[in-house]
Every structure is written in C-alpha cells, then in structure tokens.
C-alpha cells in the first residue's frame, strides 16, 4: 500500500523548470516516483529537520510518507521549498480532518490540499504550498519564467521541452466524443523560408511568452501547451529554437507544424 500512497503523488508534483528538484524525506517518496518522472533530480535526506542546512529556495517539491507533521519539520520545509514549491505527504493511517488544513496554514502554507491518497479511500494525502511574494498570477509566471536560463536546444540537457499546440477540435477533454478526429498543430516560426519550431524548456517559460504574444496577435489560437520528451522533439528533424524572446516573433510569420498528440507526456497540473 505505501507504493500505492506514494505514486499518488505524482500528479501534484508543481510545474518545474527542466528538472524537478525533489527532496525525499526518508528515502521511499524518490525511487517510485523516478519511475514516473524522468525529470527528477532526487535529493535524500534522512535527518532530523530541525538539522538540515539547505538553503533557502533549494527544491520544488518536498515529498515524505508516514513522517510525524511536527512544528520542526513543516518550518524546515517551508524554508527549503523554493516559492510556489510544495510539500506533498502521504500517510498510511490517519482520519480526514479539517486539523490538518489548520495546522499548515498556522506553519505558513497557502493553497492547502487534504483528501484520501487513493480512489477506493485508503490513506490520507496532504499538500501544501509556499506561499509566492507576488500577488497576481501574471507577476508569479513572470517570476518562474526568470529561474529558467535561455538556452541551445542542441546542448539542451533537460528530458522535457514544452510547445505551443492547437488543438482541434477546440474543447476540453470531457467535451470529446469518441468519434472526434483530434488533430494538434505546434506553434514554429517561419524564418528564412524555413520552418523553426518554438520550445520551451519549462511550462512557465512556455506561458510568459504566450499570454504577451498572444494579446499582441502575434500568435493566434494556441489552446493548449503541451510537454514532449526532447527525443520525440528531435526525431522530426526541425530546426528549434528553445525559450525564445518575444522580440523574436516580430517581423516573422507564425505558422503551425503538425505533431502526434499521442507522442506527448502526461501534462503537469
């Protein structure tokens, strides 16, 4: 049952830059999850937290099972997570309760998650995160967009890149009828004649281009960003230009290269 608890974390992992920089509270959270997520750079520890000398801003996630949510514990965490990072914890036997929303936010967490770890309702899952300087969302992705440097896609060492897609038919995925015939275009540019597909090495890099260029018209009718491991990306032998400005897309055609939705990842949250 622990795995089981433990891969349910998975899909609350926070968005990230090329890697996911996780501490692994005890060193079960890391191996499981590392199965799930290529992106991962794993950090163990298995002391005390009120001795840990990690720096400030030091992970994006902080994951641990059947851990005692002491005051020493949640503070040290709270300090090591990077800003909109989160500490994910499952335990094994404990009730459903209100007291643990109370607990996290008297320690400092905002956006607080508690719910059973599993469909069927076994175990408890709770998620918590640190709280960002920024009040508004557009300053939040501003600020992430920051902490991932630009880069060439060919010495490019993430596992992921992440594309602006358009997908028709234009609906949520709860709105698809099975005989829908789901077709994704990637954003590239046209540059010289020839066609350069435009990649992001984090989701927030993604979106701090796309709502300016957006509400500029320099790119019309992305609806979806999606994440591709860098082999899939290199295997349709374009020319691609990782984490571009949006200076770059003035003067130059925006066009839309075909791609398998098939071949994508499972989205972060």
């Avoid at 992440?162 to 038919?169: D, F």
């Amino acid at each position: 049952m622990r795995a089981e608890l433990i891969g349910a974390m998975r899909k609350h992992l926070p968005p990230s830059g090329s890697r996911l920089r996780l501490l692994d509270m005890g060193g079960q959270t890391g191996p499981i999850l590392m199965q799930q997520r290529a992106d991962l750079d794993v950090t163990t520890t298995s002391g005390a937290a009120a001795d840990w000398h990690f720096a400030p801003d030091s992970f994006d996630a902080i994951a641990a099972c059947d851990v005692a949510l002491d005051d020493d514990f949640l503070a040290a965490s709270l300090r090591a997570l990077r800003p909109g990072g989160r500490l994910i914890v499952t335990l094994t036997n404990a009730p459903l309760s209100g007291d643990w929303v109370t607990r996290l936010e008297v320690c400092g967490y905002t956006r607080i998650l508690v719910e059973p770890a599993l469909e069927d309702g076994r175990g408890l899952l709770l998620r918590g995160e640190k709280p960002h300087p920024e009040a508004r969302t557009v300053d939040r992705i501003r600020w992430a967009a920051g902490q991932e440097a630009a880069g060439n896609f060919d010495t490019y060492t993430g596992r992921y890149v992440h594309l602006l897609v358009r997908q028709t038919p234009h609906k949520p995925a709860w709105a698809l009828k099975p005989d829908d015939r789901i077709a994704w275009h990637a954003a590239a540019l046209i540059d010289q004649g020839e066609t350069v597909l435009l990649a992001f090495s984090s989701l927030p890099k993604a979106v701090a281009l796309m709502q300016p260029a957006v509400m500029q018209g320099l790119i019309r009718d992305v609806n979806k960003v999606a994440k591709f491991s860098r082999e899939a990306v290199r295997a349709w032998r374009l020319p691609v230009i990782l984490n571009a400005p949006i200076e770059m897309l003035a003067g130059r055609d925006v066009t839309f290269f075909p791609v398998d939705f098939a071949a994508a990842e499972t989205p972060d949250e």
